[in-house]
């Protein structure tokens, strides 16, 4: 991208810049007059190409000082093939349109004097100089009508010399106003040109008049990223009917990302945001106006704020609108947005801007479209699209209870843990297992018994007596035939005895890997999961399954006779489970039951049957042939 803080803007002086343009100059010497016989003593004026370029050269600038006062900055020549001059220089007091009239003023008219031999390479040679007074990388804007062929080929003969090789980046535009008396083949008509040395060219042809200064607001839309705004449906009274009130069009222009902020959370604009402006002709956002209210400018949740300026200052519209805005009052826009509610389609308005005049300054306010932090926070009960959640916010607030820190000065020669570290140690063992919601909890034993195991599966470490109390729990949930409050339609017995050891299994399996301790617990656990069922559960089919102490230490010579529907879990748990406990890997795991598999089911070869320790013995036939006389036994 071409940097922008330095452009260069040169207007064309040579004599054919006199001619008339055919576009007439709107005098009206006795407007709102009731009498219409009047005839207009001044008669039809009209525009030359001098007065064509030096208006679009006023309005390409009065955006840039509106929006990029004091960051971006214009230098404006003038000259022909002999002599070029500098009208407003990168001075700070010469960035302004009072200054550049002033220098046109002093620079004057083109002159008569025709000049046989026509070169722009003097006009081109003097802007690139201008520019690298400041910056080697910048813009050239030339303005100028191309009174012959040979002087378009000149040209671009002179820019793809070594005319620009000490400009990496650089981009001249030349803008051709078409003339009804010579006729230019400007080919290449708003195409760019790269040329070897990095710099670029463009030529724009456009017709005399309002045509100029589109194409020099096209020209500024790309070197300053800009974007257009159309603000629609603003009511305003007219002076004939003043109890009548008509709605209004403004075209503004500003920073593109006060569009690119807005349209970030969004699918997609829909039609009615999207359009042209009459004006300009420019692609442009529609906002509409909502009624003005007395705001807090305070109280903006904005992601950014922009300044803006009118394109048709001089319009009645952007003045009443100016007015407006600089008597300290705020007005909303909105935006229509299409949006996808389940298979349709749906097109709904948003607040989208605010526009707000700060110190003189007027500015586009971008609104978040989501909660402020300075907005009443919401419920934390209150979910998504207003639902009610079922969070355990008293459970919450105990377990906040607990984590308080107090000052404490640190000594360095302890070699425990820091406050902190320890404090982060038991904050992981209290919520390893720890169900978000009430739901996230599927059975609730009664008598506390699952915020008890809590209790212990949260030590670092557990004693005897901490081992002992927790079978005693188990035992007694087993024993006393304790039905679990389940949260679940089915009132089957085996059904909530399932639901509460799945928890169960759960719980334990987070904190397993905490000490041995835990681990010899939650073996017995498990254990007892399995005579629970025995002695709770309807008569199931009986299968044959191994222990889980008899996983663990790898003997498997005795098998116990359990519940296939209660007891048995999905593969994958029971292997996890098998190598937290026994320490193997998974991979250990599964190949030893493959093995074990695979020695059941295959049928071993004959040869197989009949060794001893595991050796065959070959050519037993031949050893076993007796020897003749005299011959000698070779073991």
Not at 110 to 116: A, D, E, N, S
Request: glycine residues 4%; negative net charge.
């Amino acid at each position: 991208m071409i940097d922008n803080k330095y452009t260069v803007v040169v207007v064309d002086n040579h004599f054919y810049m006199r001619e008339n343009t055919n576009v007439s100059v709107d005098i009206d010497m006795v407007a709102k007059s009731k009498n219409s016989n009047i005839a207009n003593p001044v008669g039809s004026v009209y525009r030359s190409f001098w007065i064509t370029a030096i208006e679009a050269i006023l309005e390409f600038q009065r955006v840039c000082f509106d929006i990029f006062f004091g960051s971006k900055f214009i230098s404006l020549l003038s000259g022909d093939t002999n002599n070029v001059c500098v009208v407003t220089d990168w001075s700070i007091e010469d960035q302004s349109n009072a200054a550049i009239s002033k220098g046109l003023i002093e620079l004057g008219p083109p002159k008569k004097q025709q000049i046989v031999d026509i070169s722009f390479k003097n006009i081109v040679d003097a802007a690139l100089k201008q520019l690298h007074l400041k910056s080697k990388c910048g813009r050239v804007i030339f303005l100028t009508s191309i009174p012959s062929q040979n002087v378009l080929i000149d040209l671009k003969n002179y820019l793809t010399s070594d005319a620009l090789s000490e400009f990496n980046k650089v981009f001249i535009d030349i803008v051709h106003i078409k003339s009804q008396n010579i006729a230019v083949n400007a080919e290449l008509n708003n195409c760019e040109n790269t040329l070897s040395s990095g710099a670029s060219y463009a030529i724009h042809v456009t017709d005399p008049g309002s045509f100029v200064c589109r194409t020099l607001l096209r020209i500024a839309l790309e070197h300053f990223d800009l974007a257009c705004t159309v603000v629609k449906g603003i009511p305003m009274k007219e002076e004939q009917q003043a109890n009548i009130s008509n709605n209004y069009d403004v075209e503004l222009l500003h920073e593109k990302a006060a569009h690119t902020q807005i349209l970030a959370p969004y699918r997609g604009v829909s039609e009615e945001a999207a359009c042209t402006a009459k004006t300009s002709g420019l692609p442009a956002l529609s906002l509409s106006w909502l009624s003005p209210k007395q705001l807090d400018n305070d109280n903006f949740s904005c992601l950014g704020t922009y300044r803006l300026s009118p394109i048709d200052v001089n319009s009645r519209h952007s003045m009443c609108l100016t007015n407006f805005l600089l008597n300290g009052r705020s007005v909303t826009l909105e935006i229509f947005q299409s949006g996808k509610s389940g298979s349709k389609l749906s097109k709904k308005t948003s607040q989208a801007h605010v526009m707000s005049c700060h110190g003189g300054e007027i500015y586009l306010h971008v609104l978040s479209q989501h909660r402020s932090p300075v907005d009443t926070l919401q419920a934390i009960s209150e979910g998504v699209g207003g639902a009610v959640t079922d969070y355990r916010i008293v459970d919450f607030m105990k377990l906040v209870s607990e984590f308080k820190l107090e000052p404490f000065e640190l000594q360095t020669d302890i070699e425990d843990l820091s406050p902190q570290e320890s404090h982060f140690d038991l904050i992981d063992r209290k919520t390893r297992y720890w169900p978000i919601t009430s739901r996230g909890s599927l059975v609730k034993i009664p008598n506390g018994f699952l915020e008890k195991l809590s209790t212990f599966l949260s030590k670092a470490v557990l004693s005897d007596a901490d081992c002992a109390a927790v079978q005693k729990m188990v035992n007694s949930v087993t024993s006393d035939n304790i039905l679990p409050a389940t949260k679940t339609a089915s009132n089957k017995k085996d059904e909530q005895y399932r639901q509460m050891w799945t928890e169960l299994e759960e719980a334990l399996k987070n904190h397993a890997d905490l000490s041995p301790q835990h681990r010899t617990l939650v073996t017995h656990i498990l254990d007892s999961r399995i005579r629970s069922t025995d002695n709770n559960g309807p008569p199931p089919k009986k299968k044959q399954l191994v222990s889980t102490t008899e996983m663990m230490s790898g003997d498997i010579t005795e098998t116990h006779t359990v519940s296939a529907g209660e007891c048995s879990r999905p593969s994958m748990n029971f292997i996890d489970d098998l190598a937290t406990l026994s320490g193997e890997s998974l991979y250990e795991v599964w190949k030893r039951r493959r093995n074990q598999e695979r020695e059941r089911v295959r049928v071993k070869f004959e040869g197989e049957s009949r060794t001893v320790d595991g050796k065959f013995e070959l050519y037993t036939s031949s050893l076993k042939v007796e020897p003749t006389i005299g011959a000698t036994v070779v073991s």
